[in-house]
Every structure is written in structure tokens, then in C-alpha cells.
């Protein structure tokens, strides 16, 4: 079985710019979450997906911070314009109904 | 709402070692606890959970974790450590009414083991 893919593995740009990152979930795999893992910090989360709704938002900073996942598959997350805290790495997961969450490789972010 | 703990951010042991790592949870409902391991540029891999029913669990790599309500702990152990266990290790519980949900995790704690 194929596990959760992510693009890019890594992104470097310069504060104010924009950038995405995209995951591909567990196929099957209703639920998708997307986490922001500071260094020397556990990942936080940042969205909650059930199919294509959103199911809890409530620590994505969005002013600048969003996400969608179309068709209740593959996910987006967009930064706009982006900040130095924002550098991280981005982690996406997907669950079963349940089961347990299974992570992707995640997205290093780099703002400069 | 609930949180993690884990006590001592770097462990350092000896290869062949007990290795423990510490983890206390807070839930007012019955937790669904988790460690996961993180490999250096990989994502997370879950290494064991406890959901109900026996509270010591076997996990994948020899490890084992035990839940005690009474102290509100979740600790990680492997009776030996082998110098590929050097990784860095969170817990984690799920939020909300019981049941797989969204992850609250702790700092981590990140194990070296030395020859």
C-alpha cells in the first residue's frame, strides 16, 4: 500500500513570497490533517479535513495560511505572504475511520 | 483539553542499555495514547498505541509502553538499545470525546545511543 505523499521535500524562499505544498493521502483514507512542526518542538495542528469539509481550523493563522482539499482527495496548503517563524516542517496525514494517522515525509520549509 | 508531557528532552544510553523515555499525559476523557519516531528528513512512524483493554503494549523494534491511569503516564521502554533506536520519539494523545482524532503531541525527546 503507498503511504502519504508530499511535494516538495523542500522550500527555500524569502519572506513575503508565497508558496504550496501538496499532499496526497492513503487512498480510502477519509480524514486529513495537516501539522507545523517547529524545530525542537512536537508537530502542531494547523487543519482538519473529513473528505473535503473542513472539520477544525481553529490554529491555522489565516491571514495567511490556507488550505483545501478538492474533491476530498489530494490537499493544498498555501502561505501568503510568508514569514520567518513560518519555517518549519509541514507534515500531512491521513487517517482511516477509526484508525490511526499515518504521515507523509513532510515539506521543510525555509523563509529567508 | 488535553496535553503532553515528556520529561527530558535528549536521553543519551549505551548500546545494550534499558532505554526510558518519560511521557505524562492530562485527559478528562479515557485517552487514546501514541509514540511515534522520527527518523532524521523523514516523517513520523508509529511505534505502538493503547486504545482499551491491556494497558501494556507491545510496539514494533522491541519497544513497549505501559498506561497508568493512576499516574497519568505513558512511558516508552526497550529492554536493550541498539544504535539504530537513535532517533527522536514523541507522544502523543488523541483529542476530543475518546476514539482516533487529531494529535496533541509533546516536545520530544531525542535519544542518542553511544557505543
Known amino acids: 500500500e503507498a503511504g502519504v505523499a508530499q511535494s516538495p521535500r523542500y522550500k527555500i524562499i524569502e519572506k513575503r513570497q508565497s508558496v504550496a505544498f501538496w499532499c496526497n493521502p492513503i487512498?480510502?483514507?477519509?480524514?486529513l490533517y495537516w501539522y507545523q512542526q517547529i524545530l525542537g518542538q512536537g508537530p502542531k495542528l494547523l487543519i482538519q479535513?473529513?473528505?473535503?469539509?473542513?472539520?477544525?481550523d481553529s490554529q491555522l493563522p489565516k491571514d495567511r495560511f490556507s488550505a483545501e482539499r478538492l474533491k476530498g482527495v489530494d490537499s493544498t496548503l498555501k502561505i501568503q505572504p510568508a514569514k520567518l517563524e513560518d519555517s518549519a516542517v509541514y507534515l500531512c496525514a491521513s487517517q482511516t475511520d477509526g484508525g490511526e494517522q499515518y504521515f507523509g515525509p513532510g515539506t521543510r520549509l525555509t523563509v529567508t | 483539553a488535553q496535553s503532553v508531557t515528556q520529561l527530558g528532552s535528549h536521553v543519551s544510553v549505551s548500546e545494550g542499555a534499558l532505554v526510558l523515555l518519560r511521557c505524562n499525559y492530562s485527559s478528562s476523557v479515557p485517552p487514546y495514547l501514541f509514540w511515534y519516531v522520527q527518523y532524521p528528513n523523514q516523517g513520523l512512524q508509529l511505534l505502538l498505541k493503547?486504545?482499551?483493554?491491556?494497558?501494556l503494549v507491545k510496539g514494533i523494534n522491541g519497544f513497549e509502553a505501559e498506561f497508568k491511569k493512576s499516574e497519568t503516564s505513558f512511558h516508552l521502554t526497550k529492554p536493550s538499545a541498539h544504535m539504530s533506536d537513535a532517533a527522536e520519539y514523541f507522544c502523543?494523545?488523541?483529542?476530543?470525546?475518546?476514539?482516533?482524532?487529531?494529535?496533541?503531541f509533546g516536545a520530544g525527546t531525542r535519544l542518542a545511543v553511544h557505543p
Open positions: 487512498s480510502g483514507h477519509a480524514t
Open positions: 502523543a494523545v488523541s483529542e476530543g470525546n475518546g476514539g482516533y482524532n487529531k494529535l496533541i
Open positions: 493503547y486504545t482499551t483493554g491491556a494497558t
Open positions: 479535513f473529513q473528505n473535503n469539509g473542513v472539520v477544525d
